[in-house]
């Protein structure tokens, strides 16, 4: 599955601004510049419920409409970030007459009583208000930017779940886990056995894999089914409020997921959030919802990746590092996994507070996407034909032999006269009968036959290049050391780069 603008493929080479940053059009006004000198694309900014209605029925999007004038004035795509009911499973941008009405807009409550500031996912009516201020975003969208198509996407809410208890223990939340588990989910389930993630089947399955019962009766008793009955509601709930924006402005919408680390447990992570173990709870749920995309800072990226294209869910990382490795990591996903976007987090961090952020991490993505720019309608062009592959290389992972285009390609980690790089990352894809097209940096390239094929293959010629306007301009011929003497197709470690690489064949 691809993002369409305007009738063609888009590959977003996004950044997400930190939370306060588009509050304020005098603070972006000076930021824009940095983000273009970034080469983006698109920005990921936040529009709060708080600010655009701040008594109940008075909208204001002021801010928004400036927001979107001055992103057209720099060439730039927007996605909005709905911060409603919940931020980081938090309901801070609730409007202020929401946080006074305990009693219409009721409060999660953990085990022991307390009642944070978090709105209940059972709360009706908190759903009803969200979803009439998010109806109301949406339809002051499709008047001001329908013709014009600067917001592409819009995500509701940020990472929701709740934190400090596996689930919500308030009178409401008790009666629906105490009733019966929604005959929505049975009937998804019969639709889509294929699709059932492994830990939930098995867990399905463990209970006598029952097609009526309580929570507990179906799932067993535990966190694990806490979060399950956490994600249906929270699922639910987003949905009521997606599908009032998707009536009145239908472009794609998402929900987003703080991810948990090994060995954590729900409500060590907001429980409930469209995580891998859940996604199946929230693609019943919530079908207004085009995808459901991790916050992607964790090690075990590539991991990840897989888990978030399990039940055909398309791949888009709205948060990562802002470092060389999520450059790297770009790679490997827009290559290997079909990725339609990428958004590094604090996108618009300049010194003095990124001054920890070493100059080559600050700098990573940027390059990363000078290069996308350049190649993305052949990317998109190849990761709709699958002839595409994207790898991240390092010393636990130095290589990989991958079959594309008629031959195997044996990538490994760049080396030359006994000096091997400790990094390497990029994407290779097959353009023709021979000939392939490759970007990236640290890396090398061997060619082979498979088995099937009898014969010598070889390097014909390697060449640079760029795209200027989408046409090839051919720069060095490559050979020598830059082809380490014909064996092998090189991307040098020190600047990514864009390569062609033909070969040769004989009887
Ligand atoms: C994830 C959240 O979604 C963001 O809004 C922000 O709070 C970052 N964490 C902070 O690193």
Same mark, same amino acid.
């Given at each position: 599955?691809?993002?369409?603008?305007?009738?063609?493929?888009?590959?977003?080479?996004? /950044?997400?601004?930190?939370? +306060?940053?588009?509050?304020?059009?005098?603070?972006?006004?000076?930021?824009?510049?940095?983000?273009?000198? *970034?080469? #983006?694309?698109?920005?990921?900014?936040?529009?709060?419920?708080?600010?655009?209605?701040?008594?109940?029925?008075?909208?204001?999007?002021?801010?928004?409409?400036?927001?979107?004038?001055?992103?057209?004035?720099?060439?730039?795509?927007?996605?909005?970030?709905?911060?409603?009911?919940?931020?980081?499973?938090?309901?801070?941008?609730?409007?202020?007459?929401?946080?006074?009405?305990?009693?219409?807009?009721?409060?999660?409550?953990?085990?022991?009583?307390?009642?944070?500031?978090?709105?209940?996912?059972?709360?009706?009516?908190?759903?009803?208000?969200?979803?009439?201020? &998010?109806?109301?975003?949406?339809?002051?969208?499709?008047? &001001?930017?329908?013709?014009?198509?600067?917001?592409?996407?819009? *995500?509701?809410?940020?990472?929701?779940?709740?934190?400090?208890?596996?689930?919500?223990?308030?009178?409401?939340?008790?009666?629906?886990?105490?009733?019966?588990?929604?005959?929505?989910?049975?009937?998804?389930?019969?639709?889509?056995?294929?699709?059932?993630?492994?830990?939930?089947?098995?867990?399905?399955?463990?209970?006598?894999?029952?097609?009526?019962?309580?929570?507990?009766?179906?799932?067993?008793?535990? +966190?694990?089914?806490?979060?399950?009955?956490?994600?249906?509601? !929270?699922?639910?709930?987003?949905?009521?409020?997606?599908?009032?924006?998707?009536?009145?402005?239908?472009?794609?919408? !998402?929900?987003?997921?703080?991810?948990?680390?090994?060995?954590?447990?729900?409500?060590?992570?907001?429980?409930?959030?469209?995580?891998?173990?859940?996604?199946? &709870?929230?693609?019943?749920?919530?079908?207004?919802?085009?995808?459901?995309?991790?916050?992607?800072?964790?090690?075990?990226?590539?991991?990840?990746?897989?888990?978030?294209?399990?039940?055909?869910?398309?791949?888009?990382?709205?948060?990562?590092?802002?470092?060389?490795?999520?450059?790297?990591?770009?790679?490997?996903?827009?290559? +290997?996994?079909?990725?339609?976007?990428?958004?590094?987090?604090?996108?618009?961090?300049?010194?003095?507070?990124?001054?920890?952020?070493?100059?080559?991490?600050?700098?990573?993505?940027?390059?990363? !996407?000078?290069?996308?720019?350049?190649?993305?309608?052949?990317?998109?062009?190849?990761?709709?034909?699958?002839?595409?592959?994207? &790898?991240?290389?390092?010393?636990?992972?130095?290589?990989?032999?991958?079959?594309?285009?008629?031959?195997?390609?044996?990538?490994? #980690?760049?080396?030359?006269? /006994?000096?091997?790089?400790?990094?390497?990352?990029?994407?290779?894809?097959?353009?023709?009968?021979?000939?392939?097209?490759?970007?990236?940096?640290?890396?090398?390239?061997?060619?082979?036959?498979?088995?099937?094929?009898?014969?010598?293959?070889?390097?014909?010629?390697?060449?640079?290049?760029?795209?200027?306007?989408?046409?090839?301009?051919?720069?060095?011929?490559?050979? /020598?050391?830059?082809?380490?003497?014909?064996?092998?197709?090189?991307?040098?470690?020190?600047?990514?780069?864009?390569?062609?690489?033909?070969?040769?064949?004989?009887?």
């Amino acid at each position: 599955m691809q993002l369409f603008v305007d009738g063609r493929p888009f590959l977003i080479l996004g /950044g997400e601004l930190r939370n +306060s940053s588009a509050s304020s059009l005098d603070y972006m006004g000076p930021i824009w510049e940095r983000l273009e000198a *970034q080469n #983006l694309n698109t920005v990921l900014a936040g529009v709060s419920w708080e600010m655009v209605e701040p008594e109940e029925g008075r909208f204001d999007f002021r801010v928004l409409d400036g927001l979107i004038l001055q992103a057209r004035a720099h060439r730039m795509h927007l996605g909005l970030l709905w911060f409603a009911s919940w931020k980081n499973g938090m309901s801070s941008y609730v409007p202020a007459w929401v946080k006074s009405d305990v009693h219409r807009f009721p409060r999660v409550r953990l085990q022991g009583g307390e009642e944070p500031e978090v709105l209940s996912p059972l709360g009706a009516d908190s759903a009803a208000a969200d979803a009439r201020a &998010f109806g109301a975003l949406m339809r002051h969208l499709a008047k &001001f930017d329908a013709g014009e198509h600067t917001v592409l996407i819009v *995500q509701v809410e940020n990472e929701v779940g709740i934190l400090g208890d596996s689930r919500d223990r308030s009178p409401l939340a008790d009666a629906a886990f105490n009733g019966p588990v929604p005959e929505d989910w049975f009937r998804y389930a019969a639709a889509n056995p294929q699709d059932l993630v492994p830990e939930l089947r098995a867990r399905w399955e463990a209970n006598g894999s029952r097609t009526a019962g309580t929570w507990t009766e179906v799932f067993g008793a535990g +966190s694990a089914t806490d979060q399950m009955f956490m994600a249906w509601h !929270y699922a639910r709930y987003v949905d009521r409020v997606a599908a009032a924006g998707a009536a009145a402005y239908p472009i794609p919408l !998402y929900a987003n997921a703080w991810l948990n680390e090994p060995n954590a447990k729900p409500g060590d992570f907001p429980s409930g959030g469209p995580l891998a173990e859940v996604l199946n &709870f929230w693609k019943a749920a919530a079908p207004h919802l085009s995808l459901l995309a991790p916050d992607l800072y964790a090690s075990n990226f590539e991991e990840r990746c897989r888990l978030f294209t399990r039940c055909s869910n398309p791949l888009f990382i709205p948060e990562t590092n802002r470092n060389a490795e999520a450059a790297r990591n770009l790679y490997l996903a827009v290559g +290997s996994f079909g990725l339609i976007g990428f958004s590094p987090f604090a996108i618009e961090a300049n010194p003095p507070t990124a001054s920890a952020v070493p100059e080559a991490d600050r700098a990573a993505i940027g390059k990363a !996407y000078a290069i996308l720019r350049q190649i993305a309608p052949l990317v998109l062009q190849h990761q709709e034909s699958g002839d595409l592959v994207g &790898f991240n290389l390092d010393k636990e992972h130095p290589s990989r032999a991958v079959e594309l285009g008629g031959a195997v390609l044996e990538i490994s #980690l760049d080396e030359l006269f /006994g000096h091997r790089a400790e990094r390497g990352a990029g994407l290779v894809m097959a353009t023709a009968p021979g000939e392939y097209l490759g970007a990236g940096s640290g890396f090398r390239v061997i060619f082979r036959n498979p088995e099937s094929i009898k014969g010598r293959v070889g390097i014909a010629a390697v060449t640079e290049g760029v795209f200027r306007d989408g046409v090839w301009v051919p720069g060095r011929r490559l050979n /020598g050391d830059e082809d380490d003497q014909g064996r092998a197709w090189r991307f040098s470690s020190w600047e990514p780069g864009i390569e062609t690489c033909t070969l040769y064949r004989a009887e």
